[in-house]
């Protein structure tokens, strides 16, 4: 069976058994649309409700050329705590700027005012990149429902399914731990658990005296996540440039991005760590995460994951 094959039965099977877990979990009094929600912790939209996510939880970035960055690009303050990290974070988003999750692993993860129903095989909510063909910088993006019913992500996470995804193009399990520099304006150093090092280079563009974040108390910490093999190249022009992956991939001209950088998602493409559906009738939290581990060429700086947005996209929330 092909991998077009292979994807279009799991999103099936993923199709119906959603519907059945929606019906499982709602009391239908006079037909289609007529039902109760009873999982206690499902939150219904309501009239108010708004389509952008409204809180950032965590923004944990890897080393990178606009962490810390104080000038107008990178819109830092002297942010020192988790706290601070994640305030910045969503002012940023709010106002429309990027959040740039620095190199491999970096991520951030955010809530919404209500529960995103999985509409069964369609797409249900998009992440904003500034991609362009030739400059894609790819997230992973994760789900999580709030199992638990306590309001925070300290439930499972799923990761959502990509073009890669069951290729050797991926690779599930990657960690990169990073280093904090021994004094200012050095490169970071990293190693991964593949037996790969390397550094996180400084250039002339971003003079801050550390790419390391000023808020991990830490000397060094680890990222731990799936990768996806690097796809840069120099063009016949002499331009470096980044690879197109097929889909399922946040800040990536892909064949799921709309005009504006919006990449759309699907729930029902979340898997288990064991690679099975994981039948997620709604979800509560989303992260990203940089999944390419590429410094670029000089003055490029590392490939970063950059977020503009995150958004429910079902009919009447749309942003």
């Known amino acids: 069976m092909t991998d077009a094959k292979i994807s279009a039965a799991i999103r099936a ?29 499902y939150r219904p939209a309501g009239a108010g409700s708004r389509a952008a996510c409204n809180r950032v939880w965590e923004f944990t970035p890897a080393p990178g050329q606009f962490i810390n960055d104080t000038s107008s690009e990178g819109g830092y303050h002297g942010e020192s705590t988790p706290a601070e990290a994640a305030e910045y974070a969503m002012k940023r988003l709010e106002a429309g700027y990027y959040v740039s999750l620095g190199g491999f692993g970096g991520y951030l993860v955010v809530g919404f005012d209500h529960s995103i129903l999985n509409s069964g095989g369609d797409y249900d909510f998009s992440v904003t990149g500034n991609a362009i063909e030739s400059s894609c910088e790819p997230g992973i993006v994760w789900v999580m429902r709030d199992e638990n019913g306590n309001g925070r992500p300290d439930d499972t996470w799923y990761e959502l399914r990509g073009s890669e995804y069951g290729t050797s193009n991926r690779v599930a399990g990657y960690a990169v731990t990073y280093r904090r520099p021994d004094r200012d304006g050095a490169d970071v150093e990293w190693r991964d658990n593949r037996g790969g090092s390397g550094t996180i280079a400084r250039n002339t563009h971003h003079t801050q ?110 942003p």
Not at 18 to 29: E, I, Q, S, W, Y
Not at 246 to 262: E, F, H
Not at 286 to 297: D, L, Y
């Open 13 to 41: 099977t993923a199709r119906w058994a959603a519907v059945a877990l929606l019906c499982g979990m709602t009391a239908c009094n006079s037909g289609l649309g007529g039902g109760e929600t009873m999982d206690p912790f």
């Open 209 to 318: 005296p550390s790419y390391y974040p000023l808020w991990i108390a830490e000397q060094e910490y680890t990222l731990t996540g799936t990768m996806l093999l690097p796809r840069d190249y120099v063009d016949e022009h002499g331009m470096y440039c980044t690879g197109i992956y097929g889909w399922g991939y946040a800040d990536n001209y892909g064949s799921d991005r709309l005009t504006g950088g919006r990449n759309r998602f699907r729930i029902s493409d979340a898997v288990t760590a064991e690679g099975g559906a994981a039948l997620l009738p709604y979800i509560d939290f989303v992260k990203v995460q940089t999944a390419v581990n590429i410094q670029g060429s000089a003055g490029v700086g590392e490939l970063s994951t950059e977020v503009l947005g995150i958004a429910d996209e079902h009919p009447g929330r749309r």
